[in-house]
């Protein structure tokens, strides 16, 4: 198991953890996308995408992390050629304090580690 990747928020000296998706996340990372992300089709559904994205590629699944707070997440996937960036989702109250570069960047190191040349972005949220 990865250790979790550590950064301090810029402006405010506040710490935020960087780690793999745990199911423990679960229910953090739902209430999250429910007030991020505003499509409510079937197929978006958050247990479903979960599900899904945890039997492909389930190291490239990021959680962000604020004392016990989930506060941004961001989705990746790899297929030996290209891969790409998708699903970032950062709470409102944590916006601007460079959560979402934070996830991505580590998002990008993992996909570099793998061998990944080429990364696009498809990022909704």
């Known amino acids: 198991m990865r250790k979790p990747y550590i950064h301090c928020y810029a402006r405010r000296n506040e710490h935020m953890?960087?780690?793999?998706?745990?199911?423990?996340?679960?229910?953090q990372v739902v209430e999250l996308w429910c007030g991020t992300i505003a499509d409510a089709a079937p197929h978006n559904d958050p247990l479903l995408v979960i599900r899904l994205k945890l039997q492909?590629?389930?190291?490239?699944?990021?959680?962000?992390?604020?004392?016990?707070?989930?506060?941004?997440?961001?989705?990746?996937?790899?297929?030996?050629?290209r891969g790409r960036i998708y699903s970032l989702a950062v709470d409102q109250a944590y916006r601007r304090r460079s959560v979402a570069t934070v996830l991505v960047r580590r998002l990008e190191e993992l996909l570099r580690e793998m061998g990944c040349l080429k990364v696009r972005s498809s990022v909704d949220g």
Request: proline residues 3%; hydrophobic residues 40%; without cysteine.
């Open 56 to 81: 492909k590629d389930p190291d490239l699944f990021l959680v962000a992390t604020a004392g016990d707070a989930v506060v941004g997440t961001v989705m990746g996937e790899y297929d030996g050629h």
């Open 17 to 27: 953890e960087i780690h793999l998706y745990r199911d423990d996340d679960e229910a």
